[in-house]
């Protein structure tokens, strides 16, 4: 597989390999508890399997679909084209699609199952509100998504939870509480794979939200370093943050669930527990980054 000049992320490889494996591991208890307890789970795997197969091959249409986005032809919007060009060269990689969002939330995000199948999207809201560097280091960070392939990793990494919802809500609704109990006279079959599910969905989210925050500060790293500019990267990300606060809340509200593909949360918590169901790590923790890397340039040259 062919390399980029996009910075190598050993830290984010390593994130990657490790969240997989546990990931599988829960995968396999919890298909090792579903049979002892003589539950028949093909139906909800081969749905879930469904699920993942259009969300990995079809992950372009749908997220430009959910965000009201369209692909741009040159001759539409040939300074973001030429952005793209710039850093496609630079980073020697295949041209995304470009594509713009009709959406007043200044944002940007990027996904596709590879580099050949991939699309970098803006929203207008995002065009009107940055200058060009500014831009620029934004599209520098969406497009080392698609250089490590992540937006495919988290694709399959959100299987497991998928799978798990689907048989906590089986269990709730589907009347399986109540029926039998296990050999030695315990808790009803529904209701130890409602307690399984339940965990092995917790476990699962909380494993892809780490990974993701890692990403995202992987993501701001690589983009600096390819263009040499962190702080203008740092800029855009203070500004669309300041913005973001003047953006109703009925708008915010109708993006946040496109979180985890976003350059910024539309919504995101306070500081403390809810950090740790966070898409994004804090933006202090991402200035400060930032801020390291400008230094090291800064001795470099």
Known sequence: MAQTRFAPDRGLTRRMVVTMFLLGLLYVIFVAVLVASGVRAVLVLLIAGGFLLTQYFMSDRLALFAMHGRVVTPQEAPELHGMVDRLCALADMPKPRVAIADSDVPNAFATGRNRKNSVVCVTTGLLRRLDAGELEGVLAHEMSHVAHRDVAVMTIASFLGVVAGLMTRVALYGGLGGRGRDD????????????VSALVYGLGFLL???LSRYRELAADRAGALLTQRPSVLAGALVKISGEMARIPTR???EAEPFNAFFLVP???????LSALFATHPPLERRLEQLGRISAQLGRGG
Not at 185 to 193: A, K, S, T, V, Y
Not at 266 to 272: I, Q
């Open 208 to 210: 892809t939200r780490a």
């Open 266 to 272: 539309a919504l995101s918590g306070k500081a403390g």
């Open 184 to 195: 030695r006279g315990g808790l009803p079959i529904g209701m130890i794979i409602l307690l």
């Open 251 to 253: 708008d915010l509200r």
